[in-house]
């Protein structure tokens, strides 16, 4: 039995197909089971997110007979009264030490390029923390770190293509952060082969300690921030320069709409500081490659229908 959270984000939502496909048993961890769509019949559902496993009732009802926990959930903004450091670190912990107590055998964690402990951003912060725990798991465990991770549908795709009716796309600073887009999809099938006997690049322990497997997923070119979005406006079909806003104005404008919108508002100054750290792997595409994916270019998946 795989626990699977996060089923109905970019990269849940193409991996989960492909688990249950091949005959896998998934009990999803979602709040909003009508999210799963056709699928909700083909899973067990326990119902609850990031902010409720400090619950220890839910924890146990989750994790009954699982053996792999593939923790895909995370958030990007505080959910008041709960942070970012509690949905993506604390909460990462519990649900760790919970399937160890339950018996699970194998934790697959996603974190991100570039966290680190001095990181400018709360989430990075959070997710390397979250790291440090499952590097000193009992279970066997295997870390993937995308660069941004991208999809037709996924929130800042829509948001981007939603800005292209304007004149110009609005982007906060510079726009010249680094990334390596890497498509969802391509994700989800780097997770299934790594759930494969015998298909890890690493070889395995056979001293019966834990084993640990690090994958950097990253896309076959590096573009900047501004790069991306320009690529967007123009396979939405509106060609637009970019406007680079100060970042003084960028926090101001956010947190003034963030105190009228509350959780309602488009984007937080959170979100805008996350664009101003580039995640770039020095090995490239090498850790996509190893386990079976040749990662595509962003224009290429944008350039095709959804679903394609």
Known sequence: MILLTGATGSIGSRLLPRLLASGEEVRCLVREPRR?????????????????????????????????????????????????EELNGLATVRLLEAAEKAGARRFIFFSALNTSAVQRTRFFRAKWIAEQAVLKSSLDTTIFRPSIVFDHSDPWITLVRRLSFLPAIPVSGSGNSRYQPIWADDVARAVETSLGAGSDARPSRKDGSPVRHEYDLAGPETLTYSEMTELVGLFAGRPRPVLRLPLPLVHLGLTALHRIFKEAVFATWQEAELMRVSMVSASGTADAEALGVSPRPMATVLAEAPGA
């Open 36 to 84: 799963l769509g056709d699928r909700r019949v083909e899973v067990q559902i326990t119902m609850g997110d990031l902010r409720e496993l400090s619950d220890p009732y839910l924890l146990r009802q989750a994790l009954r007979g699982v053996d792999t926990v593939i923790h895909l959930a995370a958030s990007i903004r505080d959910q008041p009264p709960y942070r970012v």
